[in-house]
């Protein structure tokens, strides 16, 4: 049998037309509010209009159904399904940052973890142990290549 579990959460989408005309400060949001002064009718000034769903999807394969029975630590099993292709809830939500469709403001406010962020970072050192640019080996707990110090990788 298969079975899956679902993490969701649902920060605002951001109001494009109101933000690439304007770039408020939201100082300057409050300001044009009190003065009675135009702002995005879509958005009335808060820059966000509704909300976009962000998912985290883990199909309960073999090795993880054997972690869960064995009562494995939650961080172990999140790393392991990261291993196995699950997209967590931050990398989902970066994202939508870089289509633009949120901040990473609401982004923080929303999903940041630090074990969602550790699940990403370890699955990404044990398949990356290999300089893209210089070719060199590196070890699982470098960031960054001490030969030509490049980023090993970056969280998509």
């Excluded at 037309?17 to 939201?26: D, G, I, Q, R, S």
């Excluded at 370890?122 to 960031?143: F, I, M």
């Amino acid at each position: 049998m298969n079975w899956l579990t679902l993490g969701y959460r649902l920060p605002r989408d951001l109001e494009v037309t109101f933000y690439k005309a304007n770039e408020p400060l939201p100082e300057e949001i409050q300001a044009a509010k009190e003065n009675h002064q135009a702002v995005c009718e879509k958005c009335k000034g808060v820059g966000y209009r509704g909300r976009c769903g962000v998912y985290e999807i883990m199909q309960v394969t073999e090795r993880l159904q054997s972690l869960i029975t064995a009562g494995a630590p939650t961080e172990q099993i999140k790393e392991v399904a990261v291993e196995e292709g699950m997209k967590t809830l931050l990398a989902y939500s970066l994202n939508l940052v870089h289509q633009g469709h949120t901040t990473l403001a609401e982004v923080e406010r929303v999903t940041f973890t630090d074990t969602g962020l550790e699940a990403e970072l370890k699955a990404k050192r044990k398949t990356s142990l290999t300089c893209r640019v210089c070719g060199a080996e590196a070890k699982p707990e470098w960031l960054d290549c001490p030969y030509c110090t490049t980023p090993r990788f970056a969280i998509e």
